[in-house]
């Protein structure tokens, strides 16, 4: 597959080269919303292909295509809607030789009736492959969810939480985190946010975050073209602080174990004073 660059995307380092292998890394990325017309992501075919361009350019080769389901945009994305946008989406690219997959999945928001629609298969697990949900809690309160982790546990279905690193009232409360981690709770955090996407606190909270160790990926949370992926920036950023051994652990092979159906592995960069 030929490097090409997003000239919105600048790095340190080449586009996606691991200096010890000199081959470019392909990245899955497990969250994003590239889909048109179904939530606050693309509002058209056009805008969905500008975004799925930008990120075939910053190195990832497929994506999961995670409209928020619940909440506020329940009407528009029903299981079956999006998986066959996905199929829809999936032709445009192919037709545009857009060397990119999109499978479906979901990013799905806390609400009691998420386990019994889980079981009704109304529910998408990232990928379908029905070993993820993508769980996003409120942005205003602080949600005890262990009840529901539980009884995903006895589904065979495992949780990972979107950008807790942005969730102010989760951040408040690390205790409740790290008993939900103790339950096998893994973390996606947004691959912008370690690189500053959001200002310093956030930055901060994302590192801190993946620093302690735990069932962590990092994807993008890409809602547009116009903003670089940041999964190329991400890798460089946390090989020069880590290695590439935890970069490819977190950016390379814990996402495509989200895909393959496969718990996220835990992960634990090396101890490092003064991080926080
Ligand atoms: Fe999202």
Known sequence: MAIRHNPACKTDRGPG?????QTPVQFVDVHCHCLPNLDDGPESMEEALVLCRALAADHIMTVVATPHQLGRFEDRTKAETIR????????????????????????????????????????????????????????????????LLVQFRLRGVK???????????????????????????????????????????????A??????GGRTCLATDAHDGAQCPGMTQAFAAVAARWGDAVAYSLLVENPARVIRGEELAPVFPPEERGIW
Do not use: K
Not at 17 to 21: C, V
Not at 84 to 100: K, Q, S
Not at 207 to 212: D, F, S, Y
């Open 84 to 147: 066959r946008t996905v199929g829809v989406l999936n032709h445009a690219l192919r037709e545009r030789g857009i060397d990119l997959t999109v499978l479906p999945g979901a990013e799905v928001r806390v609400d009691e009736r998420i386990d019994e629609m889980l079981a009704a298969g109304e529910i998408l697990t990232l990928a379908d492959a029905g070993c993820h949900v993508l769980l996003e809690l409120p942005w205003d309160t602080l949600i005890d969810i262990e009840p």
């Open 159 to 205: 949780t990972i939480l979107a950008h807790p690193e942005r969730n102010g009232p989760l951040l408040e409360r690390w205790q409740m985190l790290g008993r939900w981690m103790a339950l096998g709770v893994g973390l996606q955090v947004t691959a912008g946010s370690l690189t500053g996407r959001w200002g310093r606190g956030i930055a901060r909270a």
């Open 17 to 21: 080269d691991n200096p010890r292998t």
């Open 207 to 212: 590192w801190g975050l993946v620093a302690q």
